[in-house]
Every structure is written in C-alpha cells, then in structure tokens.
Nanobody, 121 residues
Framework: QVQLVESGGGLVQPGGSLRLSCAAS????????MGWYRQAPGKQRDLVATLTSRGGSYYTDSVKGRFTISRDNANNTVYLQMNSLKPEDTAVYYC???????????????WGQGTQVTVSS
C-alpha cells in the first residue's frame, strides 16, 4: 500500500502565507512526479503545481510568482510554499504522486486525503 499524508492547511488572511507538506510512504520503487491539485466548492479539481523526479516543474498561471513547489527526494516528500494568498486560493488541496511500486509494476496515481486552505479576513 501507498499512503500520502498531507499537513499544513488552515485559515490565513489575504496576503499571508502557508506551507503544505505531503509525505509518501509504503511500498515505493520510484516516483515519477509529485504535485498539488485543488478543488473549490462546486468546481472541478485542478492542477496547481507539479515537480518531476528530474526537476522539471509546472505551475498553473494563477499561482506563478506566488507559489513554490519543492521536493525532498530522500524522504518522498513534496512541499508547496504559498505566499501572497488570495481569497480565490481557498480550496481543498490534494497531494498527488505518480509512482511505481516495483520494477515490474505499472505506473500508478495516488492521492492524499486533502487539506483545507481558507483565505479570508
């Protein structure tokens, strides 16, 4: 089994900062990428940022310059530093990992349980 455990969400005022963490554990052979998605009430789940094992990164336009994704490969952990937060960043944030559980397994997609981020005064 593979588990993704997130932490770091909460309530913050506009302009504030939060740092999300996600640790992957269990039977993991290698990780292709780790990233963050978010889902606001009544909306679909959208990609926020992702980081590949080779160091390539992607950010959705609305967070560029404000959010930074980073990864600790040795501990299978991904972070999302969120600065200059806006009310429109309010959502449940989900960690995602694309990984192989063994050298013979297929690539698989795993999700964390989600952590609430609320930006409000």
């Amino acid at each position: 089994q593979v588990q993704l455990v997130e932490s770091g969400g909460g309530l913050v005022q506009p302009g504030g900062s939060l740092r999300l963490s996600c640790a992957a554990s269990g039977t993991i052979f290698s990780i292709d990428s780790m990233g963050w998605y978010r889902q606001a009430p009544g909306k679909q789940r959208d990609l926020v940022a992702t980081l590949t094992s080779r160091g390539g990164s992607y950010y959705t336009d609305s967070v560029k310059g404000r959010f930074t994704i980073s990864r600790d490969n040795a501990n299978n952990t991904v972070y999302l530093q969120m600065n200059s937060l806006k009310p429109e960043d309010t959502a449940v944030y989900y960690c995602n990992a694309v990984l192989y559980r063994s050298s013979r397994s297929s690539r698989a997609n795993y999700w964390g349980q989600g952590t609430q981020v609320t930006v409000s005064s």
